[in-house]
């Protein structure tokens, strides 16, 4: 997230020695506390305000009307999101984070407005949302293409650990205390409390400082072109082209949708097969949680030091094998285990792979890269969870999971096969 061009991020020789010897700590480092100080009190507000929004949805008349609010929020954050990540390589990272920022101020204080003025309506909720959800297309390829300037390369991997810790935190905390909020002053107090909260972050964002770019690969980078699609086309065309983006990238998208539909329309589907109801669900869910954030943190404490692509989809391979014990667990306890194994295994695959694509991606490109990431983890979850029922209709339970974890063993496989993606270093 910084107003001026900077050069772009690519490798710097530094000896062997003197990485190991000073390995970084992300939780010294001042500017990165900083910053995820204002993204943890952003992703809490966040939660605050789905679960708001999914209260006041439900009170409307119909649950088709219900559903209709609920996609108005999403679906424009995943057709902008593209877009905002053009946003944030133009105008700079940091600017369009703060703008955006500024903006969910501005859109939670409307809705502060509308829902005191009369009862929520149809047409208001939706609108607030589609607000909400376009500014969001700006903000979280903006937000997500900071670490990169505010870390060394080195301590990306570790920067991604404490960033998904943060957002898995966040969910864990922001569920019950927006609906704690609901409960005592409905959709306007939920909307004030975000309003206090994306101030607050806001005001701890503002007061960044970019490290001077390091970017020695590339130095000067390729001419960007002026118009927007131009713009959007040479983002994917770099990320396609670039031997180490392209099928990180691709190992990303395939980690996300084999693990979304299984997580959370497979484990549903087997707790109701199995007799195991809600509570055995959300105990499978909570597994998965704590696994994940042990995982993630496990990076932050030991970051490798050599080819963190290949340890990654090390962790990918051993992720799959628990999809697929998952899917057959004969009691609860398994499936809480499996869960669990599951999450340590993706929490430092994805820490590393996103940590890897951060530091070798040209600045100037950051936030397309970054607005790619976040689409293939939101934007396509749609599309997974309705391939995954179309299997299970087609297979079996079980034999869907096999599936989805055979499609993540072979992706990683195939990446292994890629010598440059191997041997990828910060």
């Known amino acids: 997230m910084t107003t001026t061009p900077r050069a772009a991020t690519g490798p710097v020789d530094v000896p062997e020695a003197a990485r190991a010897d000073a390995p970084p700590a992300v939780w010294r480092d001042r500017g990165f506390l900083r910053y995820l100080a204002g993204f943890g009190l952003s992703l809490l507000g966040d939660q605050i305000w789905f679960v708001a929004l999914a209260w006041a949805a439900t009170r409307l008349d119909s649950p088709a009307e219900a559903s209709f609010v609920l996609a108005a929020g999403s679906l424009p954050r995943a057709v902008l999101i593209l877009f905002g990540g053009t946003l944030a390589d133009r105008w700079g990272a940091l600017r369009v984070t703060l703008v955006s920022q500024a903006a969910r101020v501005v859109t939670m204080l409307a809705a502060v407005v509308l829902a005191v003025a009369a009862e929520p309506r149809l047409w208001t909720l939706a609108l607030v949302a589609m607000l909400f959800g376009a500014v969001d297309a700006a903000h979280m390829p903006a937000a997500a293409a900071l670490p990169p300037q505010l870390l060394p390369r080195d301590a990306l991997p570790a920067g991604q650990g404490l960033v998904q810790t943060l957002e898995r935190v966040a969910m864990i905390v922001g569920a019950p205390v927006g609906g704690l909020i609901v409960a005592l002053g409905g959709l306007s107090a939920a909307a004030a409390a975000n309003a206090l909260l994306f101030v607050a972050a806001l005001v701890i964002l503002r007061a960044l400082r970019l490290r001077p770019s390091a970017d020695h690969a590339h130095p000067a980078g390729p001419s960007e072109p002026e118009?927007?699609?131009?713009?959007?086309?040479?983002?994917?065309?770099?990320?396609?082209?670039?031997?180490?983006?392209?099928?990180?990238?691709?190992?990303?998208?395939?980690?996300?949708?084999?693990?979304a539909a299984p997580l959370n329309v497979g484990v549903a589907l087997l707790s109701d097969a199995r007799g195991w109801q809600a509570a055995g669900f959300s105990a499978i869910i909570a597994g998965f949680g704590t696994g994940a954030t042990v995982g993630a943190l496990s990076v932050v404490r030991f970051?490798?030091?050599?080819?963190?692509?290949?340890?990654?989809?090390?962790?990918?391979?051993?992720?799959?094998?628990?999809?697929?014990?998952?899917?057959?667990?004969?009691s609860l306890l398994v499936a809480v285990g499996a869960a669990a194994a599951l999450g340590v295994t993706s929490g430092p695959a994805s820490a590393l792979l996103l940590g890897l694509v951060q530091a070798r991606t040209h600045?100037?490109?950051?936030?397309?890269?970054?607005?790619?990431?976040?689409?293939?983890?939101?934007?396509?979850?749609?599309?997974?969870?309705?391939?995954?029922?179309?299997?299970?209709?087609?297979?079996?339970?079980?034999?869907?999971?096999?599936?989805?974890?055979?499609?993540?063993?072979?992706?990683?496989?195939?990446?292994l096969a890629v010598t440059p993606l191997r041997r990828a270093a910060l």
């Open 363 to 415: 600045t100037r490109y950051l936030g397309r890269v970054m607005a790619l990431v976040t689409f293939s983890a939101l934007g396509l979850v749609p599309v997974s969870y309705t391939a995954f029922g179309a299997l299970v209709e087609a297979t079996s339970l079980p034999a869907s999971f096999v599936i989805c974890a055979a499609a993540e063993l072979l992706t990683a496989l195939a990446a």
């Open 227 to 259: 118009g927007t699609w131009q713009a959007l086309r040479g983002g994917l065309a770099y990320a396609i082209r670039e031997p180490v983006l392209g099928p990180v990238l691709l190992v990303v998208t395939v980690l996300n949708l084999a693990i």
């Open 303 to 330: 970051p490798p030091r050599r080819r963190p692509a290949a340890v990654g989809l090390i962790w990918v391979i051993a992720g799959s094998l628990c999809i697929g014990a998952l899917g057959f667990s004969p």
